[in-house]
C-alpha cells in the first residue's frame, strides 16, 4: 500500500483564519514532505521533516508553521494567508530520511483558496 | 541555465503514436532519476524511476545517458489515457539529499 492521506481536500480561507492541513501515511516511511504547486508549474518543496524531526525549511513565510505529531502524522497550519498563498498544497513521504534517493510518494493534495 | 529542462509542449499525438520525452539537468553529481506523471489537478504520480542500464515497463521505457546528462522518456502505442503532463525529476545532490529538483513539465495529449 503506498498510500498518503490528505485532508481535506478542498479549503477556503480567509486571510484572517486560521486552518490546518493534515497528512497521514501508514507506510512506515520516516520522511515526510510539504510541497506547493501553483497551476502549471511543479511542485515547489516548502519542508522536509526526517525522523519526525524539522530538517529543512526552504525560506517558508512563518504564516506557514509545521508540525510532525508522529511518525505517521503530518500537520500544516496556516494563519494570515495571502491570496497568492491559493495553491495545491501536496505532501509526500518516503522511506528513509535519504529522500532525494528514495521514490517519494504524493497525497492527492488540498486545494486551497484563500479569499 | 535551469537545473533540469524538458521540452516545453504540449505534444499533439494521434493514438497509437510513439512518443519521445527529453530532458537534460545540469548537476553531474546528480544520482536519482525519476518520471513523474501528473493529471489535471491531481497529485504527482511515480511513472518509472529511471536507471543507468535503461528500463522498461511495459509500453515505457526510460534511458539514462550520465555522460551527455540525458534522461528520456518513450511511449509506444500511446492511448488516450497516456495524456497528461510528464515531469522529469532529478535528484539534487547538493548538500542534502532531500531535495529533488523538477523540470517544469511536458504536457501531452493524446487524439483519438
Known amino acids: 500500500d503506498t498510500e498518503v492521506t490528505q485532508t481535506p481536500k478542498h479549503l477556503v480561507m480567509g486571510m484572517t483564519n486560521k486552518k490546518s492541513l493534515k497528512c497521514e501515511q501508514h507506510?512506515?516511511?520516516?520522511?515526510m514532505y510539504w510541497y506547493k504547486q501553483k497551476a502549471k508549474k511543479p511542485p515547489e518543496l516548502m519542508f522536509v521533516y526526517s525522523y519526525e524531526k524539522l530538517s529543512i525549511n526552504e525560506s517558508v513565510p512563518s504564516r506557514f508553521s509545521p508540525e510532525c505529531p508522529n511518525s505517521s502524522l503530518l500537520n500544516l497550519h496556516l494563519h494570515a494567508l495571502q491570496p497568492e498563498d491559493s495553491a495545491l498544497y501536496l505532501c509526500a513521504s518516503s522511506p528513509t530520511s535519504r529522500g532525494g534517493e528514495d521514490t517519494q510518494y504524493f497525497g492527492p493534495g488540498t486545494r486551497l483558496t484563500v479569499l | 541555465r535551469k537545473e533540469v529542462e524538458q521540452d516545453p509542449g504540449p505534444f499533439n499525438v494521434p493514438e497509437g503514436a510513439t512518443v519521445a520525452f527529453n530532458c537534460t539537468y545540469s548537476?553531474?553529481?546528480?544520482?536519482?532519476f525519476f518520471w513523474y506523471r501528473q493529471d489535471c489537478r491531481k497529485e504527482p504520480k511515480l511513472l518509472m524511476s529511471v536507471y543507468s542500464s535503461g528500463n522498461e515497463d511495459g509500453r515505457f521505457t526510460a534511458q539514462l545517458n550520465r555522460a551527455s546528462q540525458y534522461i528520456s522518456l518513450l511511449i509506444r502505442d500511446s492511448k488516450l489515457s497516456d495524456s497528461a503532463t510528464y515531469l522529469c525529476v532529478v535528484n539534487g545532490a547538493r548538500d542534502s539529499n532531500y531535495q529533488l529538483i523538477w523540470g517544469a513539465g511536458t504536457k501531452l495529449i493524446i487524439k483519438p
Open positions: 507506510m512506515g516511511h520516516r520522511a
Open positions: 548537476n553531474s553529481a546528480s544520482q536519482s
